[in-house]
Protein backbone atom coordinates (compact mmCIF):
# COMPACT_ATOMS: atom_id res chain seq x y z
CA UNK A 1 0.00 0.00 0.00
CA UNK A 2 2.87 1.99 1.01
CA UNK A 3 4.85 1.32 -2.41
CA UNK A 4 1.89 2.27 -4.64
CA UNK A 5 1.30 5.01 -2.70
CA UNK A 6 4.91 6.35 -2.97
CA UNK A 7 4.88 4.98 -6.72
CA UNK A 8 2.26 7.32 -7.64
CA UNK A 9 4.21 10.12 -6.20
CA UNK A 10 7.27 9.68 -7.80
CA UNK A 11 5.44 9.32 -10.89
CA UNK A 12 3.71 12.72 -10.55
CA UNK A 13 6.93 14.39 -9.16
CA UNK A 14 8.53 13.21 -12.61
CA UNK A 15 6.22 14.21 -14.39
CA UNK A 16 6.40 17.82 -13.08
CA UNK A 17 9.97 17.62 -14.08
CA UNK A 18 8.77 16.28 -17.31
CA UNK A 19 6.77 19.30 -18.06
CA UNK A 20 8.70 21.83 -16.67
CA UNK A 21 11.08 20.39 -19.51
CA UNK A 22 8.75 20.33 -21.97
CA UNK A 23 7.77 24.15 -21.27
CA UNK A 24 10.98 25.34 -21.27
CA UNK A 25 11.81 23.69 -24.87
CA UNK A 26 8.61 25.08 -25.87
CA UNK A 27 9.33 29.06 -24.85
CA UNK A 28 12.95 27.98 -26.21
CA UNK A 29 12.61 31.61 -27.31
CA UNK A 30 12.13 33.07 -24.22
CA UNK A 31 14.59 31.16 -22.18
CA UNK A 32 17.62 32.60 -25.08
CA UNK A 33 16.70 35.77 -24.01
CA UNK A 34 16.60 35.55 -20.49
CA UNK A 35 20.28 33.25 -20.69
CA UNK A 36 21.29 36.29 -22.27
CA UNK A 37 20.65 38.85 -20.46
CA UNK A 38 21.92 36.88 -17.16
CA UNK A 39 25.05 36.74 -19.22
CA UNK A 40 25.51 40.23 -20.30
CA UNK A 41 24.30 41.33 -16.54
CA UNK A 42 27.51 38.98 -15.33
CA UNK A 43 30.00 39.92 -17.93
CA UNK A 44 28.87 43.68 -17.14
CA UNK A 45 30.15 42.75 -13.68
CA UNK A 46 33.85 41.50 -14.82
CA UNK A 47 34.06 44.14 -17.21
CA UNK A 48 33.52 47.07 -14.15
CA UNK A 49 36.40 44.94 -12.59
CA UNK A 50 38.41 45.14 -15.30
CA UNK A 51 37.51 48.87 -15.52
CA UNK A 52 38.33 49.78 -12.24
CA UNK A 53 42.23 50.29 -12.83
CA UNK A 54 41.38 53.38 -14.82
CA UNK A 55 38.80 54.38 -11.87
CA UNK A 56 42.30 55.95 -10.06
CA UNK A 57 42.77 52.77 -8.42
CA UNK A 58 46.30 51.29 -8.86
CA UNK A 59 46.98 47.72 -9.15
CA UNK A 60 49.58 47.92 -6.44
CA UNK A 61 46.60 49.38 -3.92
CA UNK A 62 43.93 46.58 -4.03
CA UNK A 63 44.61 43.10 -6.07
CA UNK A 64 42.17 43.54 -8.77
CA UNK A 65 42.33 40.23 -9.93
CA UNK A 66 41.04 39.26 -6.47
CA UNK A 67 38.44 42.22 -6.66
CA UNK A 68 37.31 40.92 -10.23
CA UNK A 69 36.88 37.18 -9.23
CA UNK A 70 35.01 38.25 -5.65
CA UNK A 71 32.44 40.40 -8.04
CA UNK A 72 32.09 37.81 -10.53
CA UNK A 73 31.64 34.89 -8.18
CA UNK A 74 28.82 37.10 -6.30
CA UNK A 75 27.66 37.71 -9.71
CA UNK A 76 27.30 33.97 -11.11
CA UNK A 77 26.03 32.49 -7.68
CA UNK A 78 23.30 35.28 -7.74
CA UNK A 79 22.27 34.68 -11.14
CA UNK A 80 21.92 30.97 -10.16
CA UNK A 81 20.31 31.36 -6.27
CA UNK A 82 18.34 33.95 -7.87
CA UNK A 83 17.24 31.89 -10.95
CA UNK A 84 16.10 29.10 -9.15
CA UNK A 85 14.15 31.42 -6.42
CA UNK A 86 12.18 32.99 -9.14
CA UNK A 87 11.18 29.33 -11.18
CA UNK A 88 10.10 28.22 -7.52
CA UNK A 89 8.60 31.62 -6.60
CA UNK A 90 6.71 32.12 -9.45
CA UNK A 91 5.65 28.76 -10.11
CA UNK A 92 2.32 29.17 -9.04
CA UNK A 93 1.86 32.72 -10.84
CA UNK A 94 2.98 30.97 -13.98
CA UNK A 95 -0.16 28.12 -13.56
CA UNK A 96 -2.53 31.16 -12.45
CA UNK A 97 -1.42 33.06 -16.22
CA UNK A 98 -1.50 29.65 -18.09
CA UNK A 99 -5.04 28.96 -16.43
CA UNK A 100 -3.94 25.09 -15.34
CA UNK A 101 -3.74 25.88 -11.55
CA UNK A 102 -7.18 24.56 -10.85
CA UNK A 103 -6.18 21.66 -12.57
CA UNK A 104 -2.77 20.77 -11.25
CA UNK A 105 -4.62 21.55 -7.22
CA UNK A 106 -7.56 19.01 -8.09
CA UNK A 107 -5.08 16.30 -8.72
CA UNK A 108 -4.66 13.59 -6.41
CA UNK A 109 -1.16 13.98 -5.33
CA UNK A 110 0.49 15.37 -2.35
CA UNK A 111 1.41 19.33 -2.23
CA UNK A 112 4.77 18.52 -1.12
CA UNK A 113 5.05 16.36 -4.43
CA UNK A 114 3.98 19.30 -6.24
CA UNK A 115 6.42 21.64 -4.57
CA UNK A 116 9.30 19.43 -4.90
CA UNK A 117 8.60 18.73 -8.75
CA UNK A 118 8.65 22.11 -9.06
CA UNK A 119 11.77 22.45 -7.23
CA UNK A 120 13.70 19.77 -8.40
CA UNK A 121 12.77 20.96 -12.00
CA UNK A 122 14.52 24.66 -11.25
CA UNK A 123 17.57 23.27 -9.70
CA UNK A 124 18.19 21.56 -12.73
CA UNK A 125 17.50 24.05 -14.76
CA UNK A 126 19.33 26.63 -12.60
CA UNK A 127 22.20 24.41 -12.39
CA UNK A 128 22.76 24.06 -16.53
CA UNK A 129 22.08 27.84 -17.05
CA UNK A 130 24.67 28.74 -14.43
CA UNK A 131 27.11 26.09 -15.81
CA UNK A 132 26.62 27.53 -19.20
CA UNK A 133 27.59 31.66 -17.84
CA UNK A 134 30.35 29.89 -15.64
CA UNK A 135 31.85 28.54 -19.06
CA UNK A 136 31.76 32.16 -21.02
CA UNK A 137 33.40 33.37 -18.19
CA UNK A 138 36.54 31.44 -18.01
CA UNK A 139 36.88 32.14 -21.74
CA UNK A 140 36.11 35.59 -21.34
CA UNK A 141 38.08 36.24 -18.39
CA UNK A 142 41.65 34.60 -17.26
CA UNK A 143 40.60 33.97 -13.94
CA UNK A 144 43.10 32.53 -11.31
CA UNK A 145 41.26 29.57 -9.85
CA UNK A 146 44.80 28.32 -8.79
CA UNK A 147 43.95 28.07 -5.04
CA UNK A 148 40.73 26.90 -5.00
CA UNK A 149 39.14 24.03 -2.91
CA UNK A 150 36.12 22.46 -5.44
CA UNK A 151 35.36 20.39 -2.82
CA UNK A 152 34.66 22.76 -0.68
CA UNK A 153 32.63 25.38 -2.71
CA UNK A 154 30.69 21.98 -3.92
CA UNK A 155 29.64 21.28 -0.32
CA UNK A 156 28.81 24.94 0.20
CA UNK A 157 26.62 24.89 -2.98
CA UNK A 158 24.76 22.11 -2.19
CA UNK A 159 24.08 22.69 1.70
CA UNK A 160 22.40 25.74 0.57
CA UNK A 161 19.91 24.24 -1.76
CA UNK A 162 17.34 23.46 1.19
CA UNK A 163 17.07 26.86 2.22
CA UNK A 164 16.73 28.39 -0.80
CA UNK A 165 14.20 26.10 -1.67
CA UNK A 166 12.52 27.24 1.88
CA UNK A 167 12.26 30.75 0.80
CA UNK A 168 11.14 30.04 -2.60
CA UNK A 169 8.66 28.12 -1.33
CA UNK A 170 7.63 31.02 1.36
CA UNK A 171 7.87 33.18 -1.90
CA UNK A 172 5.27 31.33 -3.69
CA UNK A 173 2.76 32.03 -1.21
CA UNK A 174 2.51 35.50 -1.96
CA UNK A 175 0.78 34.93 -5.98
CA UNK A 176 -1.44 32.12 -4.48
CA UNK A 177 -2.90 34.35 -1.83
CA UNK A 178 -2.73 37.83 -3.78
CA UNK A 179 -3.31 36.93 -7.79
CA UNK A 180 -2.91 40.69 -8.33
CA UNK A 181 -0.01 41.77 -6.36
CA UNK A 182 1.64 38.63 -5.54
CA UNK A 183 3.92 38.62 -8.02
CA UNK A 184 5.45 42.36 -8.01
CA UNK A 185 5.90 41.24 -3.83
CA UNK A 186 7.92 38.37 -4.71
CA UNK A 187 10.13 40.72 -7.40
CA UNK A 188 10.32 42.38 -3.76
CA UNK A 189 11.57 39.80 -1.87
CA UNK A 190 14.09 38.93 -4.62
CA UNK A 191 15.63 42.85 -4.16
CA UNK A 192 15.69 42.52 -0.35
CA UNK A 193 17.50 39.47 -0.65
CA UNK A 194 19.75 40.85 -3.36
CA UNK A 195 20.42 43.87 -0.97
CA UNK A 196 20.95 41.91 2.25
CA UNK A 197 23.12 38.86 0.97
CA UNK A 198 26.37 40.54 0.57
CA UNK A 199 26.25 39.39 -3.32
CA UNK A 200 28.54 42.49 -4.46
CA UNK A 201 29.82 43.64 -1.04
CA UNK A 202 30.48 42.41 2.20
CA UNK A 203 27.95 42.16 4.60
CA UNK A 204 29.92 44.36 7.01
CA UNK A 205 29.29 47.63 4.68
CA UNK A 206 25.48 47.54 5.44
CA UNK A 207 23.64 49.59 8.40
CA UNK A 208 22.81 47.58 11.32
CA UNK A 209 19.28 47.05 10.70
CA UNK A 210 20.08 45.53 7.25
CA UNK A 211 23.47 44.01 8.73
CA UNK A 212 21.20 41.96 11.01
CA UNK A 213 18.94 40.85 8.29
CA UNK A 214 21.92 40.03 6.33
CA UNK A 215 23.06 37.31 8.96
CA UNK A 216 19.97 36.01 8.77
CA UNK A 217 19.57 35.26 5.23
CA UNK A 218 20.73 31.85 3.89
CA UNK A 219 22.54 32.96 0.92
CA UNK A 220 25.32 35.20 2.65
CA UNK A 221 26.70 31.95 4.13
CA UNK A 222 26.16 30.61 0.82
CA UNK A 223 28.14 33.28 -1.13
CA UNK A 224 30.70 34.01 2.07
CA UNK A 225 31.83 30.20 1.96
CA UNK A 226 31.75 29.67 -2.01
CA UNK A 227 33.75 32.76 -2.14
CA UNK A 228 35.97 31.35 0.53
CA UNK A 229 36.93 28.21 -1.15
CA UNK A 230 37.27 29.63 -4.46
CA UNK A 231 39.35 32.57 -3.83
CA UNK A 232 41.10 31.29 -0.98
CA UNK A 233 40.76 27.31 -0.88
CA UNK A 234 39.10 27.17 2.20
CA UNK A 235 39.33 23.51 2.95
CA UNK A 236 36.75 21.04 3.20
CA UNK A 237 36.57 20.90 7.30
CA UNK A 238 36.40 24.82 7.30
CA UNK A 239 33.72 25.07 5.31
CA UNK A 240 31.40 22.82 7.52
CA UNK A 241 30.32 25.18 10.04
CA UNK A 242 28.67 26.98 6.67
CA UNK A 243 27.57 23.85 5.67
CA UNK A 244 26.15 23.23 8.92
CA UNK A 245 24.17 26.75 9.19
CA UNK A 246 22.46 26.07 6.22
CA UNK A 247 21.76 22.61 6.53
CA UNK A 248 19.95 24.04 9.74
CA UNK A 249 18.50 26.67 8.05
CA UNK A 250 16.71 24.41 5.32
CA UNK A 251 15.70 21.47 8.13
CA UNK A 252 13.70 24.91 9.51
CA UNK A 253 12.69 26.36 6.38
CA UNK A 254 11.80 23.92 3.72
CA UNK A 255 8.88 22.04 6.36
CA UNK A 256 8.34 25.71 7.95
CA UNK A 257 7.27 26.86 4.30
CA UNK A 258 5.28 23.20 3.42
CA UNK A 259 3.00 23.50 6.34
CA UNK A 260 2.65 27.70 5.88
CA UNK A 261 2.17 27.11 1.57
CA UNK A 262 -0.56 24.14 3.14
CA UNK A 263 -2.19 26.96 5.26
CA UNK A 264 -2.34 29.54 2.33
CA UNK A 265 -4.23 26.13 0.11
CA UNK A 266 -6.76 26.41 2.88
CA UNK A 267 -7.03 30.20 2.94
CA UNK A 268 -7.32 30.60 -0.97
CA UNK A 269 -10.09 27.67 -1.37
CA UNK A 270 -12.07 29.59 1.57
CA UNK A 271 -11.66 32.71 -0.35
CA UNK A 272 -11.79 31.05 -3.40
CA UNK A 273 -8.38 32.39 -4.86
CA UNK A 274 -7.43 29.34 -6.69
CA UNK A 275 -9.15 30.93 -10.05
CA UNK A 276 -7.88 31.60 -13.76
CA UNK A 277 -6.80 35.38 -12.80
CA UNK A 278 -7.74 37.10 -9.79
CA UNK B 1 -10.07 5.31 -10.22
CA UNK B 2 -12.13 2.26 -9.85
CA UNK B 3 -15.04 2.63 -7.19
CA UNK B 4 -14.20 0.48 -4.40
CA UNK B 5 -16.61 -2.40 -3.39
CA UNK B 6 -17.66 -0.02 -0.11
CA UNK B 7 -18.13 2.21 -2.14
CA UNK B 8 -20.45 0.65 -4.70
CA UNK B 9 -23.85 1.17 -2.51
CA UNK B 10 -23.16 4.71 -1.64
CA UNK B 11 -24.50 7.91 -3.45
CA UNK B 12 -21.82 9.30 -5.99
CA UNK B 13 -22.62 12.79 -4.23
CA UNK B 14 -24.56 13.56 -1.33
CA UNK B 15 -24.67 17.61 -0.84
CA UNK B 16 -26.38 18.43 3.11
CA UNK B 17 -27.73 22.24 2.91
CA UNK B 18 -24.23 24.01 1.49
CA UNK B 19 -24.13 27.60 1.31
CA UNK B 20 -21.02 29.47 0.37
CA UNK B 21 -20.64 33.27 0.43
CA UNK B 22 -17.73 35.06 -1.12
CA UNK B 23 -16.50 38.60 -0.17
CA UNK B 24 -15.64 38.49 3.41
CA UNK B 25 -17.46 40.49 6.31
CA UNK B 26 -14.94 43.38 7.27
CA UNK B 27 -15.24 44.30 10.54
CA UNK B 28 -15.48 47.90 10.24
CA UNK B 29 -11.86 48.91 12.00
CA UNK B 30 -10.63 46.11 10.13
CA UNK B 31 -10.95 48.68 7.06
CA UNK B 32 -7.93 51.07 6.32
CA UNK B 33 -9.19 54.44 4.49
CA UNK B 34 -8.00 53.58 1.64
CA UNK B 35 -10.24 49.89 1.15
CA UNK B 36 -14.16 49.81 0.86
CA UNK B 37 -16.21 47.12 2.19
CA UNK B 38 -16.97 44.64 -0.24
CA UNK B 39 -20.77 43.91 -0.76
CA UNK B 40 -20.94 39.52 -0.18
CA UNK B 41 -22.48 37.86 -2.08
CA UNK B 42 -24.27 34.62 -1.79
CA UNK B 43 -23.25 32.13 -4.20
CA UNK B 44 -25.06 28.85 -2.77
CA UNK B 45 -27.84 29.33 -0.27
CA UNK B 46 -28.34 25.83 2.14
CA UNK B 47 -28.50 23.68 -1.30
CA UNK B 48 -29.08 19.97 -0.80
CA UNK B 49 -28.64 17.34 -3.66
CA UNK B 50 -28.10 13.61 -4.21
CA UNK B 51 -26.62 11.84 -7.48
CA UNK B 52 -26.88 8.24 -7.79
CA UNK B 53 -24.18 6.37 -9.19
CA UNK B 54 -23.71 5.51 -12.44
CA UNK B 55 -26.65 8.40 -13.68
CA UNK B 56 -25.53 11.57 -15.70
CA UNK B 57 -27.36 14.34 -13.88
CA UNK B 58 -27.78 18.11 -15.19
CA UNK B 59 -27.47 21.26 -13.59
CA UNK B 60 -29.40 23.88 -15.19
CA UNK B 61 -28.63 27.45 -14.31
CA UNK B 62 -28.45 30.83 -15.70
CA UNK B 63 -24.79 32.77 -15.28
CA UNK B 64 -24.31 33.62 -11.36
CA UNK B 65 -26.49 31.02 -10.20
CA UNK B 66 -23.87 28.98 -8.62
CA UNK B 67 -23.51 25.78 -10.81
CA UNK B 68 -19.69 26.51 -11.19
CA UNK B 69 -19.35 27.03 -7.38
CA UNK B 70 -21.09 24.00 -6.77
CA UNK B 71 -18.74 21.92 -9.00
CA UNK B 72 -15.75 23.66 -7.73
CA UNK B 73 -16.61 22.40 -4.05
CA UNK B 74 -17.06 19.06 -5.17
CA UNK B 75 -13.69 19.24 -6.74
CA UNK B 76 -12.23 20.51 -3.73
CA UNK B 77 -11.08 23.65 -5.04
CA UNK B 78 -13.52 26.01 -2.61
CA UNK B 79 -14.39 24.69 0.63
CA UNK B 80 -18.38 25.56 1.92
CA UNK B 81 -19.35 27.81 4.47
CA UNK B 82 -21.41 25.62 5.84
CA UNK B 83 -23.29 22.49 5.15
CA UNK B 84 -21.34 19.08 4.05
CA UNK B 85 -20.75 16.94 0.61
CA UNK B 86 -19.40 13.71 0.45
CA UNK B 87 -17.94 12.43 -3.10
CA UNK B 88 -18.63 8.39 -2.77
CA UNK B 89 -18.96 8.66 1.02
CA UNK B 90 -15.30 11.35 0.92
CA UNK B 91 -16.02 14.92 2.73
CA UNK B 92 -14.39 16.77 0.21
CA UNK B 93 -12.88 19.01 3.16
CA UNK B 94 -11.60 16.59 5.50
CA UNK B 95 -11.31 13.44 3.05
CA UNK B 96 -10.30 15.78 0.02
CA UNK B 97 -7.40 13.43 -0.82
CA UNK B 98 -9.94 10.47 -1.30
CA UNK B 99 -12.61 12.83 -3.28
CA UNK B 100 -9.62 13.41 -5.64
CA UNK B 101 -9.10 9.88 -6.68
CA UNK B 102 -12.16 9.71 -8.10
CA UNK B 103 -12.95 13.23 -10.19
CA UNK B 104 -12.52 14.72 -13.03
CA UNK B 105 -13.32 18.16 -14.05
CA UNK B 106 -14.12 19.92 -17.53
CA UNK B 107 -14.40 23.16 -17.08
CA UNK B 108 -15.65 25.85 -19.34
CA UNK B 109 -12.17 26.95 -20.13
CA UNK B 110 -9.80 25.02 -21.44
CA UNK B 111 -7.18 24.97 -18.83
CA UNK B 112 -3.76 23.81 -20.80
CA UNK B 113 -0.23 25.00 -20.47
CA UNK B 114 -0.62 27.04 -24.16
CA UNK B 115 2.84 25.97 -25.49
CA UNK B 116 2.60 22.44 -25.15
CA UNK B 117 0.98 20.20 -27.32
CA UNK B 118 -2.23 17.86 -26.56
CA UNK B 119 0.22 14.76 -25.86
CA UNK B 120 2.48 16.54 -23.76
CA UNK B 121 -0.68 18.14 -22.13
CA UNK B 122 -2.27 14.87 -21.41
CA UNK B 123 0.79 13.40 -20.41
CA UNK B 124 1.38 15.79 -17.68
CA UNK B 125 -2.23 14.90 -16.52
CA UNK B 126 -1.47 11.15 -17.10
CA UNK B 127 1.07 11.53 -14.44
CA UNK B 128 -0.65 12.96 -12.42
CA UNK B 129 -3.10 10.47 -11.99
CA UNK B 130 -0.49 7.49 -11.57
CA UNK B 131 -0.30 6.98 -15.27
CA UNK B 132 1.94 7.76 -18.00
CA UNK B 133 3.91 4.88 -19.17
CA UNK B 134 4.28 2.79 -21.93
CA UNK B 135 0.55 2.37 -23.32
CA UNK B 136 -0.14 6.12 -23.04
CA UNK B 137 0.47 7.82 -26.21
CA UNK B 138 -1.81 4.90 -27.94
CA UNK B 139 -4.73 5.42 -25.40
CA UNK B 140 -4.77 8.96 -26.11
CA UNK B 141 -4.36 8.64 -29.91
CA UNK B 142 -7.24 6.65 -29.88
CA UNK B 143 -9.38 8.92 -27.31
CA UNK B 144 -8.62 11.82 -29.61
CA UNK B 145 -9.67 9.72 -32.96
CA UNK B 146 -13.30 8.78 -31.29
CA UNK B 147 -13.88 12.39 -31.12
CA UNK B 148 -13.30 12.90 -33.81
CA UNK B 149 -9.87 14.66 -34.02
CA UNK B 150 -7.31 14.82 -36.56
CA UNK B 151 -3.82 12.72 -35.25
CA UNK B 152 -1.70 15.74 -36.35
CA UNK B 153 -2.63 18.03 -34.20
CA UNK B 154 -1.57 15.60 -31.40
CA UNK B 155 1.90 17.02 -31.19
CA UNK B 156 1.05 21.15 -32.18
CA UNK B 157 1.11 23.57 -29.78
CA UNK B 158 -2.32 24.25 -27.83
CA UNK B 159 -2.63 27.48 -28.53
CA UNK B 160 -3.13 26.33 -32.40
CA UNK B 161 -5.77 24.30 -32.04
CA UNK B 162 -9.44 25.71 -32.37
CA UNK B 163 -11.94 26.32 -29.78
CA UNK B 164 -13.72 23.17 -30.19
CA UNK B 165 -10.53 21.04 -30.74
CA UNK B 166 -9.36 22.37 -27.47
CA UNK B 167 -12.21 21.31 -25.84
CA UNK B 168 -12.03 17.96 -26.99
CA UNK B 169 -8.34 17.62 -25.78
CA UNK B 170 -9.99 18.57 -22.37
CA UNK B 171 -12.47 16.18 -22.50
CA UNK B 172 -10.10 13.09 -23.94
CA UNK B 173 -8.32 14.53 -20.76
CA UNK B 174 -10.53 13.92 -18.26
CA UNK B 175 -11.26 10.22 -20.08
CA UNK B 176 -7.73 9.71 -20.23
CA UNK B 177 -7.95 9.37 -15.70
CA UNK B 178 -11.12 7.44 -15.84
CA UNK B 179 -12.76 9.39 -12.97
CA UNK B 180 -15.73 7.57 -11.29
CA UNK B 181 -16.93 10.98 -11.11
CA UNK B 182 -16.90 13.29 -13.88
CA UNK B 183 -17.66 17.09 -13.29
CA UNK B 184 -18.51 18.65 -16.58
CA UNK B 185 -18.70 22.39 -16.31
CA UNK B 186 -20.46 23.60 -19.62
CA UNK B 187 -18.54 21.52 -21.77
CA UNK B 188 -20.00 21.92 -25.13
CA UNK B 189 -19.79 25.85 -25.07
CA UNK B 190 -18.22 26.64 -28.13
CA UNK B 191 -18.25 23.80 -30.08
CA UNK B 192 -19.93 23.50 -33.35
CA UNK B 193 -23.10 21.38 -33.71
CA UNK B 194 -21.13 18.63 -35.20
CA UNK B 195 -18.36 18.59 -32.68
CA UNK B 196 -21.44 18.84 -29.65
CA UNK B 197 -22.85 15.75 -31.29
CA UNK B 198 -19.09 13.39 -31.09
CA UNK B 199 -19.42 14.89 -27.24
CA UNK B 200 -22.46 14.11 -26.15
CA UNK B 201 -22.05 10.46 -27.90
CA UNK B 202 -19.06 10.51 -26.35
CA UNK B 203 -20.43 11.24 -22.51
CA UNK B 204 -23.35 8.75 -23.09
CA UNK B 205 -20.99 5.50 -24.00
CA UNK B 206 -18.64 6.28 -21.37
CA UNK B 207 -21.53 6.13 -18.42
CA UNK B 208 -22.71 2.74 -20.34
CA UNK B 209 -19.24 1.37 -20.62
CA UNK B 210 -17.13 2.63 -17.57
CA UNK B 211 -20.61 3.01 -15.32
CA UNK B 212 -19.54 6.71 -14.86
CA UNK B 213 -21.18 8.85 -13.41
CA UNK B 214 -21.72 12.26 -14.70
CA UNK B 215 -22.96 15.95 -13.43
CA UNK B 216 -22.95 18.49 -16.15
CA UNK B 217 -23.61 21.63 -15.49
CA UNK B 218 -25.08 23.16 -19.32
CA UNK B 219 -27.00 25.72 -20.78
CA UNK B 220 -28.31 23.53 -23.40
CA UNK B 221 -31.65 22.56 -22.55
CA UNK B 222 -31.57 20.17 -25.23
CA UNK B 223 -28.35 18.47 -24.10
CA UNK B 224 -29.91 18.06 -21.31
CA UNK B 225 -33.41 16.58 -22.14
CA UNK B 226 -31.08 14.04 -24.45
CA UNK B 227 -28.10 13.33 -21.53
CA UNK B 228 -29.92 13.79 -18.18
CA UNK B 229 -31.30 11.05 -15.94
CA UNK B 230 -32.13 13.96 -13.99
CA UNK B 231 -31.99 17.58 -14.15
CA UNK B 232 -31.85 20.05 -11.07
CA UNK B 233 -32.87 23.88 -11.87
CA UNK B 234 -30.75 26.34 -9.82
CA UNK B 235 -31.00 29.90 -9.48
CA UNK B 236 -29.26 32.68 -7.52
CA UNK B 237 -27.83 29.84 -5.07
CA UNK B 238 -30.97 27.92 -4.54
CA UNK B 239 -31.91 24.36 -5.80
CA UNK B 240 -35.67 25.38 -7.09
CA UNK B 241 -36.58 21.59 -8.79
CA UNK B 242 -35.66 18.40 -8.94
CA UNK B 243 -36.27 15.24 -11.11
CA UNK B 244 -36.05 13.49 -14.51
CA UNK B 245 -36.82 15.72 -17.56
CA UNK B 246 -40.37 14.11 -17.62
CA UNK B 247 -41.03 14.90 -14.17
CA UNK B 248 -39.67 18.77 -14.39
CA UNK B 249 -41.66 19.09 -18.00
CA UNK B 250 -45.05 17.30 -16.42
CA UNK B 251 -44.98 19.69 -12.99
CA UNK B 252 -43.70 23.38 -13.77
CA UNK B 253 -43.87 23.54 -18.16
CA UNK B 254 -47.88 24.53 -17.80
CA UNK B 255 -51.26 23.07 -18.38
CA UNK B 256 -50.69 22.59 -22.02
CA UNK B 257 -47.07 20.32 -21.53
CA UNK B 258 -44.24 22.17 -23.40
CA UNK B 259 -40.40 21.77 -23.22
CA UNK B 260 -37.62 21.72 -20.32
CA UNK B 261 -36.88 24.90 -21.42
CA UNK B 262 -40.92 26.06 -21.03
CA UNK B 263 -40.28 24.21 -17.60
CA UNK B 264 -37.11 26.66 -16.40
CA UNK B 265 -38.81 29.84 -17.92
CA UNK B 266 -41.74 29.20 -15.35
CA UNK B 267 -39.37 28.48 -12.94
CA UNK B 268 -36.49 31.43 -12.98
CA UNK B 269 -38.88 33.47 -14.83
CA UNK B 270 -36.12 33.64 -17.56
CA UNK B 271 -34.69 31.92 -20.41
CA UNK B 272 -31.60 30.93 -20.22
CA UNK B 273 -30.51 32.39 -23.98
CA UNK B 274 -32.00 36.01 -22.18
CA UNK B 275 -28.82 34.73 -19.96
CA UNK B 276 -26.14 34.64 -22.62
CA UNK B 277 -27.52 37.67 -24.47
CA UNK B 278 -26.85 39.47 -21.19
CA UNK B 279 -23.08 38.40 -20.80
CA UNK B 280 -22.55 39.25 -24.73
CA UNK B 281 -23.07 42.48 -24.14
Given at each position: ?I????R??LN????F ?22 L ?14 S ?12 A????L ?5 W??L ?12 W???E??I?Y ?8 LT??L?M ?6 Y????A ?17 A?Y ?6 F???T???L ?10 LLS???G???A ?15 P????P ?5 A??L??L??T ?8 LH ?38 L??L??S? | ????V????T???EVD?I ?8 R ?12 P????D?V?L ?15 S????L?R?L ?5 P ?9 H?V ?9 H?N ?5 A ?15 A ?10 RG??E ?8 P ?5 K ?7 G??Q???IA ?6 P??LL??E ?5 D??S ?24 DL ?10 L??DHG ?12 R ?16 L?G?R??E ?7
Amino acid sequence: MIGNSLRWELNAFAGFIERQKNLYRRYWAWEAVWLLYNLVSVLSIGYLASGLSSLGLEPGQTNLQQAQLYLLVGALLWTYLSMVFFEIAFAITWERWEGTIEYTFMAPIRRLTHLLGMCAASLIYGIARAALIGLALVFLFKLDLSHANYWAALAIFAAATLPLLGLGIFTSILPLLSPEKGEQMAFAVQGVLLLISGVYYPITVLPGPLHIAGILSPLTYTLDGVREALLHGLSVGGALPDVGILVAMGIVLVPASVWCFGRAEVRAKRLGLLKRSG
Amino acid sequence: MAIRVSELNTAAVEVDSISKRFGELRRAHRLTPWRKAKTPKLALDHVSLRVDTGRITGILGANGSGKSTLIRILATLLTPDAGTALVFGHDVVTGAAEVRRHINRVSVEASFFKEMSPWENMLYAARLYGSGGAGTRGRVEAMLERLGLPLDTLDKPMKQLSRGQQQKVAIARSFLTSPSLLLMDEPTTGLDPRSKREVQDLVTSIRRERAATVLLCTHDLQEAEVLCDRVLVIDHGRVLAEGTPVELIRAHAGPDGGSLEDAFMRLTGKRLEEDEEEKEE
